[in-house]
């Protein structure tokens, strides 16, 4: 329900908004039916400095004086850290240098990959082995870095040949 200030004529139409007689503008009436306001209880104080010694009575009425501690947040246990995959990349990386280099062998791309093959895969090997927990693949790394080393040397022999039958042959 609305009324008009200055004639106090009260109207039922929720639509309109401005008095009939006078042209003034209609307000609100405060009806019973809302609802009683809610008063919630203040806030509680918390302590600023939360890692300030304190002191703690004990049963045997002794004062302990030691930090508050905050809660210690969930860890998960420890057969769900076990399922962590552990990185390894170098390895894969070596691995795949050690293939590519004996595929490509004939293209005389043997060295360059037998080489990056040893060095991916002793980084990665020395990497397993300091911090097996968060590094993986020893054996793929042993694997790239024999194959690289066998690529390497086999290259190079076929680049020995191939200079010495062009001397002999020519």
């Known amino acids: 329900m609305?009324?008009?200030?200055?004639?106090?004529?009260?109207?039922e139409d929720q639509d309109l908004n401005f008095c009939l007689n006078d042209g003034e503008l209609l307000q609100e009436l405060e009806t019973?039916?809302?609802?009683?306001?809610?008063?919630?209880?203040?806030?509680?104080?918390?302590?600023?400095?939360?890692?300030?010694p304190q002191s703690v009575p004990t049963s045997q009425g002794q004062q302990i004086y030691g930090y508050q501690q905050p809660q210690q947040m969930y860890q998960p246990p420890m057969s769900a850290m076990a399922n962590t995959v552990a990185d390894s990349t170098m390895p894969t990386i070596s691995l795949i240098l050690g293939i590519s280099s004996w595929v490509l062998m004939c293209c005389y791309l043997g060295f360059p990959l037998g080489a990056?093959?040893?060095?991916?895969?002793?980084?990665?090997y020395s990497r397993s082995s300091k911090d097996p927990q968060r590094y993986g693949g020893g054996s793929m790394a042993i694997i790239g870095m024999v194959l690289g080393g066998i690529s390497l040397v086999l290259t190079i022999l076929f680049v020995i040949l191939g200079v010495f039958g062009q001397i002999i042959g020519g």
């Open 2 to 11: 609305k009324h008009c200030p200055r004639c106090n004529q009260r109207y």
């Open 32 to 52: 019973s039916d809302a609802p009683p306001t809610l008063f919630m209880d203040p806030p509680r104080t918390t302590r600023e400095n939360w890692a300030e």
């Open 116 to 124: 990056a093959a040893l060095i991916t895969g002793f980084i990665g």
